[in-house]
């Protein structure tokens, strides 16, 4: 998965003209997608140590969130795609870039049912593998 550093074009960020240092970036809130974990400590990948953040429940609201100016962060590229074609987000070089990353899909080997194989049939067609991992632009 492809990433990108995107803000809202009223952001102060978005009016930087050379790639962002993690101090700058540090200096406004973060958006993450809250850890479903149980007992975690609230994280987020691709946020700078001491940074404040704002949780939100789906990518979906942290694309959101950031369209609206309250925080930054790294979003999934296609997710985004026309939001950044149509001026609502900016995307910010910065001068420690995040790398693609793969995705894994795994699940409970000892809860086999017919859920489980009909996701398992879904997974083997290619266009739907390749939606599910890259995601939907739900912004078009």
């Not at 140590?49 to 949780?55: D, E, I, M, W």
């Not at 369209?67 to 074609?85: D, I, N, T």
Request: charged residues 25%; glycine residues 8%; proline residues 6%.
């Amino acid at each position: 998965m492809e990433w990108l550093f995107a803000v809202s074009p009223r952001h102060p960020l978005a009016k930087v003209k050379t790639p962002l240092r993690q101090d700058q970036i540090q200096q406004h809130r973060a958006v993450v997608v809250a850890d479903t974990a149980r007992g975690a400590a609230l994280r987020g990948y691709g946020r700078v140590g001491g940074q404040a953040a704002l949780a939100v429940p789906s990518m979906r609201a942290k694309i959101l969130a950031q369209r609206e100016g309250l925080g930054v962060g790294w979003v999934p590229r296609h997710r985004a795609a026309s939001l950044l074609a149509r001026g609502e987000l900016v995307e910010k070089a910065t001068e420690t870039p995040r790398e693609p990353n793969l995705l894994y899909l795994a699940w409970r080997g000892d809860h086999e049912g017919r859920a489980l194989q009909w996701w398992l049939d879904q997974l083997r067609q290619p266009r739907m593998a390749k939606a599910l991992l890259r995601g939907v632009d739900a912004f078009r």
